[in-house]
């Protein structure tokens, strides 16, 4: 008999899978659960054991997310529409580990509990059949078409316990918490104080705290001068990020499947990582490496959102943000305060800034070369107006 490897978070949707595989495609259901964030993985594991599952196994994987899949975002200073993508760097690594347990547990098919109008969906599905294309996936969600009260009343009548799901549909992980539906879904309806979780309120935030942050490689590894792993460095900087108000993003967004939702994001820890970070790159990277990363950084954005974590295009672009990361070493210290990130100081051994040359105290620039320089650089401006007659007009 052919079995059924689930994706399984515990919740209602995909505890109601469980039992739908299990009778209705009558195929044997091996759970997969992988914390990435802070789910409770024996009781996943005791509640899909009580579901009749023949295997439901559970990991941790929180350090393999942030040295994996964290690390490469952060070498690209990756954000979508403004955000620093957490749920769609998760995907991936959640693809990948089903496809290994399927293979390992004699599985065919991959089952997920995203739904039809989203990304998750696409980030899922592609991975799986970028790494293996004979693998079959099912979406039961999408494809029964099932709403909640269907689903309350199936997994009543199959004895399921109905977890208190919260009022928001939220995602969560090391590196960022995403929460939609309810009344975030009408635009007009002011947020309301119980979607965050992460981010302090503004009127609640102190005075503000100082914190130094170190980068060796682009990766953080020292807060204040201790050395932690970069899933500790993650947690530890979403606390005290949080506390201050920062990392709160309240926006429009732009699904691959050609809609726009309402999203609210608490992405502490990563604003300020990625902040910090690009200051770093201002200072060790020159502007043409700066100006050809924010290129590639985009492109990295939107082939991770987009589901297309394993397109060949992401080895050439992450090959690219590794060479140039090794430049972005460094220290900095922030001010965090009421939400803002201001910067008190920066050093880096790779430092390209020239304080010899910069200074006005000294003449070590020759600027009566600037006249010359000036000369010849004004002429292809210059030269297409003459050719065009350009006529300019300037005003009082
Ligand atoms: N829209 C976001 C993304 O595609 C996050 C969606 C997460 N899901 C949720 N139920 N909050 O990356």
Not at 297 to 315: A, I, K, R
């Given at each position: 008999?052919?079995?059924?490897?689930?994706?399984?978070?515990g919740?209602?949707?995909?505890?109601?899978?469980?039992k739908?595989?299990?009778?209705?495609?009558?195929?044997?259901?091996?759970?997969?659960?992988?914390?990435?964030?802070?789910?409770?993985?024996?009781?996943?594991?005791?509640?899909?054991?009580s579901?009749?599952?023949?295997?439901?196994?559970v990991?941790?994987?929180?350090?393999?997310?942030?040295?994996?899949?964290?690390?490469k975002?952060?070498?690209?200073d990756?954000?979508?529409?403004?955000?620093?993508?957490?749920?769609?760097?998760?995907?991936?690594?959640?693809?990948?580990?089903?496809?290994?347990?399927?293979?390992?547990?004699?599985?065919?098919?991959?089952?997920?509990?995203?739904?039809?109008?989203?990304?998750?969906?696409?980030?899922?599905e592609?991975?799986?059949?970028?790494?293996?294309?004979?693998?079959?996936?099912?979406?039961?969600?999408?494809?029964?078409?099932m709403?909640?009260?269907?689903?309350?009343?199936?997994?009543?009548?199959?004895?399921?316990?109905?977890?208190?799901d919260?009022?928001?549909?939220?995602?969560?992980?090391?590196?960022?918490?995403?929460?939609?539906?309810?009344?975030?879904?009408?635009?007009?309806?002011?947020?309301e104080?119980?979607?965050?979780?992460?981010?302090?309120?503004?009127?609640?935030?102190?005075?503000?705290?100082?914190?130094?942050?170190?980068?060796?490689?682009?990766?953080?590894?020292?807060?204040?001068?201790?050395?932690?792993?970069?899933?500790?460095?993650?947690?530890?900087?979403?606390?005290?990020?949080?506390?201050?108000?920062?990392?709160?993003?309240?926006?429009?967004?732009?699904?691959?499947?050609?809609?726009?939702?309402?999203?609210?994001?608490?992405?502490?820890?990563?604003?300020?990582?990625?902040?910090?970070?690009?200051?770093?790159?201002?200072?060790?990277?020159?502007?043409?490496?700066?100006?050809?990363?924010?290129?590639?950084?985009?492109?990295?954005?939107?082939?991770?959102?987009?589901?297309?974590?394993?397109?060949?295009?992401?080895?050439?672009?992450?090959?690219?943000?590794?060479?140039?990361?090794?430049?972005?070493?460094?220290?900095?210290?922030?001010?965090?305060?009421?939400?803002?990130?201001?910067?008190?100081?920066?050093?880096?051994d790779?430092?390209?800034?020239?304080?010899e040359?910069?200074?006005?105290?000294?003449?070590?620039?020759?600027?009566?070369?600037?006249?010359?320089?000036?000369?010849?650089?004004?002429?292809?401006?210059?030269?297409?107006?003459?050719?065009?007659?350009?006529?300019?007009?300037?005003?009082?």
């Amino acid at each position: 008999m052919d079995k059924v490897l689930l994706l399984y978070s515990g919740g209602l949707d995909t505890s109601v899978m469980v039992k739908w595989i299990q009778k209705e495609m009558k195929k044997e259901v091996v759970t997969l659960t992988l914390n990435i964030g802070n789910s409770n993985l024996e009781e996943i594991k005791e509640k899909a054991i009580s579901l009749g599952v023949s295997d439901a196994i559970v990991m941790d994987v929180k350090n393999e997310f942030a040295d994996n899949y964290i690390k490469k975002e952060i070498f690209a200073d990756g954000m979508y529409e403004g955000y620093p993508l957490s749920t769609a760097i998760a995907r991936p690594l959640m693809a990948e580990k089903a496809v290994y347990y399927a293979r390992e547990y004699g599985c065919n098919t991959i089952a997920h509990g995203s739904t039809g109008k989203g990304n998750d969906q696409v980030r899922f599905e592609v991975t799986v059949k970028a790494i293996d294309e004979n693998i079959n996936v099912i979406a039961p969600v999408r494809d029964w078409n099932m709403n909640r009260p269907d689903e309350i009343s199936y997994a009543k009548k199959n004895g399921i316990k109905i977890p208190k799901d919260g009022k928001y549909s939220v995602d969560e992980n090391i590196w960022g918490r995403s929460a939609e539906g309810s009344t975030i879904e009408n635009i007009s309806n002011p947020l309301e104080d119980d979607v965050y979780e992460w981010v302090s309120p503004l009127e609640e935030t102190g005075n503000g705290e100082t914190v130094d942050l170190e980068f060796v490689n682009g990766i953080p590894h020292a807060i204040n001068g201790n050395e932690f792993s970069l899933e500790e460095i993650v947690e530890k900087m979403n606390i005290i990020a949080g506390r201050n108000g920062i990392g709160l993003i309240n926006h429009m967004e732009d699904r691959v499947t050609g809609i726009k939702s309402h999203e609210v994001y608490e992405v502490p820890g990563a604003m300020a990582i990625l902040h910090a970070h690009k200051m770093i790159e201002s200072l060790t990277l020159n502007k043409y490496e700066i100006d050809l990363k924010e290129y590639m950084d985009s492109q990295w954005s939107n082939f991770t959102y987009n589901g297309l974590w394993h397109d060949p295009v992401m080895e050439h672009i992450n090959d690219f943000e590794c060479s140039v990361n090794k430049y972005v070493n460094g220290k900095i210290k922030l001010k965090l305060y009421k939400g803002n990130m201001i910067m008190k100081s920066i050093e880096s051994d790779n430092s390209i800034y020239n304080y010899e040359k910069i200074s006005y105290d000294n003449s070590n620039f020759n600027q009566d070369s600037a006249r010359g320089f000036i000369d010849i650089y004004k002429n292809n401006t210059v030269y297409t107006n003459n050719a065009r007659k350009q006529k300019i007009s300037v005003m009082q």
